[in-house]
């Protein structure tokens, strides 16, 4: 079994950045994608970015793309979500998802962590 526990979450003013991390632990970890969805009270979960395990592939949400950048540290089994610019809509808990098989659908992934609140002040 992997766990995935998600860090960095917290309280910012609007323009202000925050750095979520997401660290995988347990049996050999080698997923083929990694990715962060958020939910907001209210709505449905969303993608926001995700990222290959091998190879240099990305891909976000057009509503983050340019202020969000995803990255890893595979020696670490660590996925980052680098979140700049951060507007009051990105207010919601943030998830890492891992061993994606598609990357923006929530149920093609078999790993999620527990979530980390993400709150910007207007």
């Known amino acids: 079994q992997v766990q995935l526990v998600e860090s960095g979450g917290g309280l910012v003013q609007a323009g202000g950045s925050l750095r979520l991390s997401c660290v995988a632990s347990?049996?050999?970890?080698?997923?083929?994608?990694m990715g962060w969805f958020r939910q907001a009270p209210g709505k449905e979960r969303e993608f926001v970015a995700a990222i290959r395990w091998s190879g240099p592939s990305t891909y976000y949400a057009g509503s983050v793309k340019g202020r969000f950048t995803i990255s890893r540290d595979n020696a670490k089994n660590t996925v980052y979500l680098q979140m700049n610019s951060l507007k009051a809509e990105d207010t919601a808990v943030y998830y890492c998802?891992?061993?994606?098989?598609?990357?923006?659908?929530?149920?093609?992934?078999?790993?999620w962590g527990q979530g980390t609140q993400v709150t910007v002040s207007s």
């Open positions: 998802a891992g061993n994606g098989r598609t990357y923006y659908r929530a149920q093609e992934y078999d790993y």
């Open positions: 347990g049996r050999t970890f080698s997923p083929y994608i």
